[in-house]
């Protein structure tokens, strides 16, 4: 997506990494009312679920449901969808999503717990995978996980990311998307790995996916922007976390991330009274008592 001069882009992953985390498994038609909320609030991308096995992520396993029931609502924003394999990326072009994501890490601990393959196993694995969402017309995002620290082996290198991201581009991956997974970095650590991997792509096509377990995600999608980042995740909400990553928090709020933008003079998509509509909605289906 071309951006204007002070655009920024937030793209929203609630649906997908805010719900795949949940005790509880949130209903389609409350996943389809809380992406319909996000669509009138002007997101332009919304990563809407997860191809992957549902038996790794039962809160995800209705994926087909979902999509089905959102498309015809979405006219202007861009559905995404993780997809970790090519029975994943089958699911995902039957259900018309215009954008795929494939993801793997810098570390191997967590390539493992997560995916069950080695980095350079996941990377072989998306080869067939890219050729195909591309032959289809789809675009494809690569996430890179543990951009600064693992749950399982501890700090990353920005060399190390640095390394999978040149791995990805090079199988072909239109986008670059750098998760801090348990979100434990500083704003410091944010600009020595964006700036490692900006020799792999340019800052303003680099895309932050920041979690907020220590509050610190802001001031680091702060120095992100400073340094000619324009594209961020976020959930509304604040909602999410990874179920193989042990003390991950939600996701940036996407609300944060907007008042953010607008305060340093960008423009995002988006009506902010409307998404707090749709963050309000979400918190009042999560808080509702886990039954069974
Ligand atoms: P595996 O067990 O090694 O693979 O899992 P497998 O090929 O042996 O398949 C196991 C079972 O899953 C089989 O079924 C397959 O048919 C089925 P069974 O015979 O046991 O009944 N299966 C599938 N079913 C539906 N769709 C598919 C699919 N693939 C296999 N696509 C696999 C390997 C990759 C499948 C598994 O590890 C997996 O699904 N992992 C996903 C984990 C996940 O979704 N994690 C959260 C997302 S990543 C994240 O949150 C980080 C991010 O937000 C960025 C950040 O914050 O850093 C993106
Ligand atoms: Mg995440």
């Given at each position: 997506?071309?951006?204007?001069?002070?655009?920024?882009?937030?793209?929203?992953?609630?649906?997908?990494?805010?719900?795949?985390?949940?005790q509880?498994i949130?209903?389609?038609?409350?996943?389809?009312?809380f992406?319909e909320?996000?669509?009138?609030a002007?997101?332009?991308?919304?990563?809407?679920?997860?191809?992957?096995?549902?038996?790794?992520?039962?809160q995800l396993?209705?994926a087909?449901?979902v999509?089905a029931?959102v498309?015809?609502?979405?006219?202007?924003?861009l559905?995404?969808?993780?997809?970790p394999n090519?029975?994943g990326?089958e699911r995902?072009?039957a259900?018309?999503?215009?954008?795929?994501?494939?993801?793997?890490a810098?570390?191997?601990?967590?390539?493992?717990?997560?995916?069950?393959a080695?980095?350079?196993?996941?990377i072989?694995?998306?080869?067939?995978?890219?050729?195909?969402?591309h032959?289809a017309?789809?675009?494809?995002r690569g996430y890179?996980?543990?951009?600064?620290?693992?749950p399982?082996?501890?700090?990353v290198?920005?060399?190390?990311?640095?390394?999978?991201?040149a791995?990805?581009?090079?199988i072909?991956?239109?986008?670059?998307?750098?998760?801090?997974t348990i979100?434990?970095a500083?704003?410091d650590d944010?600009?020595?790995?964006l700036?490692?991997?900006?020799s792999?792509?340019p800052m303003?096509?680099?895309?932050?996916?920041?979690?907020d377990?220590q509050?610190?995600a802001?001031?680091?999608?702060?120095?992100?922007?400073?340094?000619?980042v324009?594209?961020?995740?976020g959930?509304?909400?604040?909602?999410g976390g990874?179920?193989?990553?042990?003390?991950a928090?939600?996701?940036?709020?996407?609300e944060?991330?907007?008042?953010?933008?607008?305060a340093?003079?960008y423009?995002?998509?988006?009506?902010?009274?409307?998404?707090?509509?749709?963050a309000?909605?979400?918190?009042?289906v999560?808080a509702?008592p886990?039954?069974?």
């Open positions: 997506m071309t951006l204007g001069a002070r655009e920024v882009l937030l793209c929203e992953v609630g649906p997908r990494d805010g719900l795949q985390n949940e509880r949130v209903s389609v038609d409350d996943k389809v009312r992406i909320l996000l669509v009138a002007g997101i332009r991308e919304i990563e809407v679920t997860s191809f992957v096995s549902p038996r790794w992520v039962p396993a209705d087909e449901n999509l029931r498309r015809p609502l979405a006219a202007g924003a559905l995404s969808a993780l997809v090519e029975r990326l995902a072009l259900c018309g999503v215009g954008k795929i994501s494939v993801f793997t810098a570390s191997e601990a967590f390539a493992q717990k997560n995916i069950n080695t980095i350079a196993e996941s072989d694995r998306f080869v067939p995978v890219v050729r195909a969402a032959a017309g789809v675009v494809v890179v996980s543990c951009i600064v620290a693992c399982y082996d501890g700090p290198t920005p060399d190390a990311v640095r390394e999978t991201c791995r990805l581009a090079e072909g991956v239109d986008e670059l998307d750098l998760g801090d979100g434990v500083h704003p944010i600009a020595r790995v700036e490692s991997c900006s792999v792509r303003d096509e680099l895309v932050l996916h920041l979690h377990t509050q610190r802001i001031p680091c999608a702060e120095r992100a922007l400073a340094l000619g324009r594209r961020f995740d959930s509304a909400a604040g909602i990874c179920p193989y990553a042990p003390g928090s939600g996701n940036i709020a996407t944060l991330l907007d008042d953010l933008c607008i340093r003079g423009s995002t998509s988006i009506d902010r009274t409307a998404l707090g509509r749709a309000r909605f979400i918190e009042s999560l509702e886990v039954v069974g």
